[in-house]
């Protein structure tokens, strides 16, 4: 469980403000194309992309609640949800073919990598593309999931800024959320994701990295395998 006790009240405000920041764009883009649906025509073909646009909007907000939550959770010292353990190759095979946002090109081995929690890691590796969605330009993203000795490795790239160096540890904490806001190499994600990412990876007993090679940035994931036969993973969203 990562620990919070040793922060001030100023981070905590801080990181409400960059939460409640987060949630305003949002909500304007659903207002702004809600009020433009009013004012057009019925048939106008333009209604299709505001309501995609609306749709996109909605994932996001939803998918930063559910960040909010493990912030929540993590800041309350409260257990996370059960975790189940099940097939990480499976699991992201299918959570790529629903994924129609951006590409994103995956290179897994043909065996299984059961991980406990791979709901979760799921969540950890989604919220890792919508970071690739925000930042790299165009938005494509590829993902790589080994195996070495008693872990899973899954590592992200794409072709944006890589985080700076000087970041990479701060990154992933509280106090560094408002470092990375407002630099293109602080790859600061939506309802602070990065720190999102941190906290699922620690309370799955892994660990997750920035790192940048050749321009590009790397983003790697690290998690025990759970090779013990146990209860499958419930059915994920798309």
């Known amino acids: 469980m ?3 006790g040793h922060l001030g009240p100023e981070h905590y405000g801080r990181l409400l403000g960059l939460l409640v920041h987060d949630l305003r764009n949002p909500m304007t883009t659903v207002s ?3 009020d433009y649906l009013r004012e057009i025509e019925p048939d106008d ?3 299709a992309d505001a309501l995609a646009d609306i749709k996109e909007a909605v994932g996001d907000i939803e ?3 559910e ?3 493990w912030i929540s959770r993590a800041l309350m010292g409260e257990p996370p949800p059960t975790l189940h353990t099940g097939d990480l190759v499976a699991a992201l095979r ?3 073919d629903r994924h129609a946002v951006m590409p994103i090109d995956l290179d897994a081995p043909p065996d299984a990598l059961p991980v406990r929690g791979c709901a979760a890691a799921v ?3 989604r919220t890792l593309l919508d970071n690739s969605r925000q930042h790299s330009r165009p938005p494509r993203a590829s993902l790589r ?3 070495e000795g008693a872990h899973a490795w899954v590592e992200l790239r794409d072709d944006g800024v890589p985080v700076a160096p000087e970041l990479r540890a701060a990154a992933f904490t509280v106090e560094g959320q408002g470092s990375l806001k407002g630099r293109a190499d602080g790859r600061y994600g939506r309802f602070c994701g990065l720190l999102t990412c941190a906290l699922i990876a620690a309370e799955l007993g892994g660990s997750i990295e920035a790192l940048g090679d050749q321009g590009r940035a790397v983003f790697r994931i690290r998690l025990p395998l759970d090779e013990a036969p146990g209860e499958p993973d419930p059915p994920h969203a798309p």
């Open 2 to 4: 990562t620990e919070f």
């Open 32 to 34: 702004t194309n809600a």
């Open 45 to 47: 073909p333009t209604g």
């Open 63 to 65: 998918r930063g609640l």
């Open 67 to 69: 960040r909010c939550a």
């Open 94 to 96: 299918r959570m790529v």
């Open 123 to 125: 969540e950890l590796v």
């Open 145 to 147: 999931l080994a195996r």
